[in-house]
């Protein structure tokens, strides 16, 4: 079926846009990934856009199909096609370099920011530690989610509180904050609840959940989000 | 185009899966004084190591023996294995799983807090480490956290295109930024490739679309013969479209069925059934296929559902997910169709068991080096632990190969730069006859028609003489787009490039290699043959551009190799 796309183009160091609309003979199986490697075979070899796994793994594909974010990969083409014209754009809340390719540069600044590694200078080497006994089964069934996070930066891209104030670290890593917060090796319990608190911190969502929403792994950063702020209040 | 900046570094590794960011992190903890970089052509944690599901081996039990790993990975591997290899692999297992640990991996746990250990196939006890079915995912998040922490200089979302040697010694790499398009030379003391397999030169494929063997093509220009490089293992359980199913998936019970209902690995590995090695249960699934015992679609099932909802929900989580979306099918109510994949690249840059190549200064773990520790086949759950095993002792054996403050002479240095920068321009220069994705299409249909589970002399000599021919058309490919930010046209370029050179010397050595032994099965020599071919090929390039083939015994030290393997 020839399916329309229209999509968001750039040139590298332009700094104007302009949008292009592609018909490509949509097969049936394929995902967005897949239309998008049609479009660089047969129609212009210099579109851009990230991949690598094409398996919904590695994060590298999220894009905006018909304003909300989602991975290439992921996403079947025909049922969307079978709608009208598909509109496609790079990520939102962050710069485009080229075409699909958005300048994640801010989005691991943020993910910096919260030290988003195990601080383990208490105990060097403990390998009879039995950590999960320390758990209760309501961490870890939110801890089994954080570990699941692609860093794809779908929740970022749509996140309404991250468009209005750029200093919020956004959702994602709110979710890295979180995995150290209940890990009870970690030794920067005090980092990580400054740093939840701090302006911009975990504390100044506004819970509006679009990243549930976007989030292809169902990490459901808003959980976590809400689990610190309850932590804190108790605190 | 030139080169626009220069970088010094001690340590230039190339590659930033679980091997490469080991390797960083070893030397990072232990040799603060050394200066290291990571370069990669896409952001660490899209690497795909990230891809890999069902676990990581080591003999962490208190009842188990490292011993028992050691010899189930010999005979998985044929015995084609290297068994000082081998050893380390099998003896550095534990350590590896508790540095992970350490560094914050959230490994599943029995209810005494020791880890959970699921079967896999061609071991006699479970032994797999794991996180849920997405191990490869928290391993190289876990890794990258803590290359954050210790501060790696990481060129994320470069691409390396040169690796500059001269008269055997390393000098450094050519690589250019995606994001800037500016090209720098990363000169460094030593360097160490780390950059996966070249499982993509196969149209049949589970690897993520960027493992071209990038690395082992450089490695390979620069003067490291490819070993073993006929050896890529085909997965048994792929979706049609590659997307792989775990060996987790029959880890954890799962049956495998032909169209009749039948359990047909009854057939071939009455004892092990589906926990057979991977090679023995591909050839099963494809001669089902074969014999008209396949579904319409080309496909066998995998069957889950006798497992319940819960078990698929709680220990197959992502395996549901990928056959829902993939393949439309939820495996709470229906058996999945799966079909053989290629999957992972047993052969590589030839390393010794320090992972250093013949090139002096240059180093190679992981899928991308050949040590060799998988041998002819490699059992699952000892990729992850390959790269973690011999990631770390890269980290150590590089700062020893460097304690007496060594230095590459450099005085061909400029003469080299510029002969690589010409061969980089000419791309922008060709006749413009063939054109990429045509050639690639071309590579990937001859390497599946004449390389898979079935081999004989007639198919390899005729895939052979068409990847030559693909590989002389490629010399005149022409890329158009001269900016180089996110210029995929060009990346795909070098790539074709680099899976070419791997797809002719595994053409050769397939073809020379008279007999069967683990993933290479030939219908015309269908036994394994020790006393000719217990020996590991070696591809080279000469002075003349041709490709050599040559053999070096493996390294035996305790344990006599069978004459036979059955399950």
């Known amino acids: ?235 | 185009m030139e080169i626009n900046e220069r970088y010094q570094y001690d340590v230039a590794i190339m590659g930033a899966g679980l091997a490469g960011l080991s390797a960083a992190l070893t030397v990072a903890e232990n040799h603060p004084d050394l200066q290291v970089a990571v370069l990669s052509k896409v952001h660490p944690v899209r690497s795909h190591s990230g891809a890999a599901q069902g676990g990581i081996n080591a003999a962490v039990a208190a009842d188990d023996k490292w011993e028992d790993h050691y010899y189930d990975t010999l005979k998985g591997g044929w015995f084609l294995g290297d068994q000082d290899g081998v050893q380390i692999l099998s003896k550095q297992a534990a350590d590896a799983i508790y540095t992970l640990d350490r560094w914050g991996a959230h490994f599943n746990r029995n209810e005494d807090g020791t880890f959970a250990q699921r079967p896999f196939g061609g071991q006699r006890r479970n032994r797999t480490c794991y996180v849920a079915d997405k191990t490869g995912h928290a391993l190289l998040n876990t890794l990258y956290e803590k290359i954050v922490e210790k501060n790696v200089d990481v060129f994320s979302e470069w691409f390396v295109f040169a690796v500059i040697v001269d008269e055997g010694r390393f000098l450094g790499y050519l690589a250019f930024s995606h994001n800037t398009g500016r090209i720098a030379y990363f000169a460094a003391r030593a360097g160490l490739i780390a950059t996966g397999g070249a499982g993509r030169i196969f149209g049949q494929s589970s690897n993520a679309l960027i493992n071209t063997g990038d690395g082992m093509a450089l490695g390979f220009a620069a003067g490291v013969p490819l070993k073993d490089i006929e050896f890529f293992q085909i997965h048994p359980t792929g979706l049609p479209n590659g997307i792989l199913i775990t060996e987790g998936a029959r880890g954890e019970g799962g049956y495998l069925i032909n169209k009749d209902g039948e359990r047909f690995m009854k057939n071939y590995a009455p004892n092990f059934m589906e926990l057979a090695p991977r090679d023995l249960v591909a050839r099963s699934i494809q001669r089902e296929i074969n014999e008209g015992r396949g579904f319409d679609d080309g496909c066998v099932r995998l069957d889950l559902r006798h497992l319940g909802a819960d078990k698929i929900k709680t220990k197959l989580p992502q395996i549901r997910e990928i056959a829902m979306y993939f393949a439309g099918v939820d495996p709470i109510e229906e058996p999945i169709p799966v079909r053989p994949t290629v999957h992972y690249t047993m052969g590589g840059l030839d390393t010794n068991s320090e992972c250093a190549t013949p090139v002096d200064g240059l180093f190679a773990a992981g899928e991308s080096g050949c040590v060799s520790v998988h041998g002819a086949n490699r059992l699952g759950g000892n990729s992850l632990l390959e790269a973690m095993v011999f990631g770390i002792r890269a980290g150590e054996t590089i700062p020893a190969y460097l304690a007496d403050g060594k230095k590459p002479p450099r005085s061909n240095e400029k003469a080299l730069l510029d002969r690589a920068i010409g061969n980089f321009n000419a791309l922008f220069d060709g006749e413009g006859k063939d054109d990429v994705p045509t050639l690639r299409a071309e590579m990937e249909r001859v390497m599946v028609a004449g390389f898979g589970l079935f081999r004989n002399e007639q198919l390899m000599k005729e895939g052979l003489e068409k990847i030559v021919a693909l590989h002389e058309r490629f010399c005149g490919v022409r890329v158009h787009e001269t900016n180089l930010v996110f210029n995929q046209e060009l990346i795909r370029a070098l790539e074709l490039g680099y899976m070419l050179e791997v797809a002719h010397a595994c053409a050769l050595a397939s073809l020379h290699r008279q007999e069967s032994r683990g993933s290479h099965f030939r219908d015309d020599f269908p036994k394994m043959n020790n006393s000719d071919f217990l020996k590991h090929s070696l591809v080279t390039r000469d002075g003349d551009g041709k490709l050599q083939l040559d053999y070096r015994e493996v390294t035996i030290i305790d344990t006599e190799p069978l004459a036979e393997i059955t399950y």
């Open chain 1, 1 to 235: 079926m020839k399916v329309k796309y229209d999509i968001y183009r750039k040139k590298a160091g332009a700094n104007g846009s302009y949008r292009e609309t592609f018909e490509v003979d949509t097969q049936p199986g394929w995902t967005l990934l897949d239309v998008f490697h049609e479009i660089q075979a047969k129609f212009d070899p210099s579109f851009s856009y990230r991949y690598s796994c094409r398996g919904a793994i590695c994060g590298s594909c999220a894009v905006r199909i018909n304003g909300a974010a989602a991975l290439a990969c992921k996403t079947q083409a025909l049922p969307l096609g079978e709608q009208g014209t598909v509109i496609i754009d790079p990520l939102a809340n962050m710069p485009t370099i080229k075409d699909l390719v958005a300048d994640f540069a801010v989005f691991w600044e943020a993910y910096d920011k919260v030290r988003p590694y195990l601080d383990r200078t208490h105990d060097a080497h403990d390998d009879t530690l039995t950590w999960e006994d320390k758990l209760s089964a309501r961490y870890l069934d939110q801890l089994s989610r954080a570990v699941d996070c692609i860093k794809c930066a779908s929740c970022f891209s749509d996140c309404p509180k991250r468009s209005e104030d750029p200093n919020f670290i956004g959702p994602q890593a709110s979710v890295q904050l979180f995995k150290f917060y209940v890990d009870p090796r970690d030794a920067a319990h005090d980092f990580r609840v400054t740093t939840a608190k701090a302006p911009g911190g975990v504390v100044d969502c506004d819970s509006h959940a679009n990243c549930v929403k976007v989030c292809p792994k169902d990490v459901r950063p808003l959980r976590a989000i809400n689990f610190i702020k309850q932590d804190l209040k108790q605190e």
